[in-house]
Nanobody, 116 residues
Framework: QVQLVESGGGLVQPGGSLRLSCAASGFTFNYYGMRWYRQAPGKERELVATISSTGGTTNYADSVKGRFTISRANAKNTVYLQMNSLKPEDTAVYYC?????????WGQGTQVTVSS
């Protein structure tokens, strides 16, 4: 079955960096685009970044452009989110996502807290 397992979250000071990873299994990873979402307390889940199946095309929410970088290693079935210059408003649970035959699959999420 499809599994997405996120890791790499934690507590970081404003201005700091974190690298999130999402290990995927149960589908042909290099056929599908991947996405990172986040959900802050009391807010709706929002799309943060997307990457095409080959990694050649990426897109970002305006709020993270220039600070976050999405990438993938198809040989490792893993997608990454490098987060730099973190701000308190980046605090959220971050989720990995894939859309397969019209169905959305999600990981369990990893908590990112940006605080001094």
């Amino acid at each position: 079955q499809v599994q997405l397992v996120e890791s790499g979250g934690g507590l970081v000071q404003p201005g700091g960096s974190l690298r999130l990873s999402c290990a995927a299994s149960g589908f042909t990873f290099n056929y599908y685009g991947m996405r990172w979402y986040r959900q802050a307390p009391g807010k709706e889940r929002e799309l943060v970044a997307t990457i095409s199946s080959t990694g050649g095309t990426t897109n970002y929410a305006d709020s993270v452009k220039g600070r976050f970088t999405i990438s993938r290693a198809n040989a490792k079935n893993t997608v990454y989110l490098q987060m730099n210059s973190l701000k308190p408003e980046d605090t959220a649970v971050y989720y990995c996502n894939v859309l397969l035959q019209g169905l959305n699959y999600w990981g369990q999420g990893t908590q990112v807290t940006v605080s001094s």
